[in-house]
């Protein structure tokens, strides 16, 4: 990020605040030019050790300088921590990566229009996350290249057009490291099974997890035909594939990601109702 006057606060300090503020820094951003309202002590104090940031206990009138607020808060926690917030940042472009919590609510929590709601994943902690976005009408083309800016230090990006998509975004992306990581954990408990280590059996889980991965992304071929590619007939993949269809797996995993998006719809109408 080229390091203009732009001023950017954020509402909270964990994790994927920090993520996002290390990022920012390393892109050209001065410390002078992030502030965050964190009320655990703990948290302000590494903050500002690490980055060198202004960290304060709670929101004032410096958040009038903010030309971005970044809600990296709970969504059970938003609406309170709008409250003291709102009054001095009315003028400001909203970005929530708050789970859960719809457009219409914070428009209304933070008086403003002018609102892009997102949805991260874990990876975003070590720059290789992908993010969901949706963006209210009021959020003009300025505005939505700053948020590619600030979302880009975590990884990639893909803008949605209908908010109702942020709930598949989330049964994806969002929720998927834990597929992916439950994988891992069946891979790895498999290999033990068969005679190797669990650090023999984990080194190569993660390993096939990462090459597979790259491959795909750097393929033009869709996953299916990959998959052909590495399964003969009669081979051992294809035990493996047979295996697994067998056991309705591909199913099962589909009505899995359609329960996550269910129950992200839930939560939208469980923490939007104040």
Known sequence: MSPSPVHIAFIGGGNMASAIIGGLLRQGLQPTQITVIEPFSETAAKLMQDYGITALPSAGSTLALADL???????????????????HTQGALHLSVAAGIRTDSICRWTHSERVVR???????????????????????????????QVIGTTGQHLWVQQESQLDAVTALSGSGPAYVFYFLEAMTQAGVGMGLSAEQAYKLAVATFSGASSLAAASTESPEVLRQRVTSKGGTTYAAITSLEDSGVKASFVKAMQAAEVRARELGDEFGKA
């Open 69 to 87: 607020v970044v809600w990296a808060v709970k969504p059970q926690v938003f609406l309170e921590a709008a409250i003291p917030v709102t009054p």
């Open 118 to 148: 997102c949805m991260p994943n874990t990876p975003a902690l070590i720059g290789q996350g992908i993010t969901g976005l949706f963006a209210c009408p009021s959020v003009t083309s300025q505005d939505k290249s700053l948020v590619e």
